[in-house]
């Protein structure tokens, strides 16, 4: 006969570094057009939908969608105007007022954050400008 796991055991609860143990980097306010790519009815086909970047870090962001919509756990993000495509992503968090919180696969570089700032319509980024010699 087993015996279940139980109290503190380690093999309670599996723990991996990037989600349980990871400082979390401080987000950024910004604005940016975007698109979520995943698959739909397991692998038949791929599905879009369009959604706006408002705050964004090195390891994860917040979108805010058009409609109320049921985010699949895991799917790409897209964001055109910055030339940065299909970062593999978890969503961590959907809230009521049409937000959600995500988390990427792989952190984004500083050259990428900064692409994002360069072509985000919010004002904090009005100033900022791209150095074409990094590109």
């Avoid at 940016?32 to 038949?44: D, H, P, W």
């Avoid at 979108?63 to 940065?84: G, K």
């Avoid at 969503?91 to 500083?110: D, G, I, S, W």
Wanted: aromatic share 10%; charged share 25%.
């Amino acid at each position: 006969m087993r015996q279940a796991v139980s109290g503190n055991h380690f093999l309670k609860r599996e723990e991996s570094f990037m989600y349980d143990r990871e400082g979390r980097f401080p987000m950024e306010d910004t604005m940016n057009a975007a698109r979520i790519e995943y698959t739909e009815k397991g692998v038949m086909h791929m599905a879009a939908r369009r959604c706006d970047i408002i705050r964004i870090s090195v390891s994860g962001a917040v979108i805010s969608l058009l409609t109320q919509y049921n985010l699949p756990q895991q799917f790409y993000l897209d964001i055109p105007d910055a030339r940065i495509n299909k970062i593999g992503c978890l969503l961590m968090k959907a809230y009521a007022n049409n937000t959600a919180e995500l988390r990427f696969l792989r952190m984004l570089t500083q050259k990428e954050l900064d692409r994002i700032f360069v072509f985000s319509t919010h004002p904090a980024h009005r100033d900022r400008v791209l150095d074409v010699r990094s590109w």
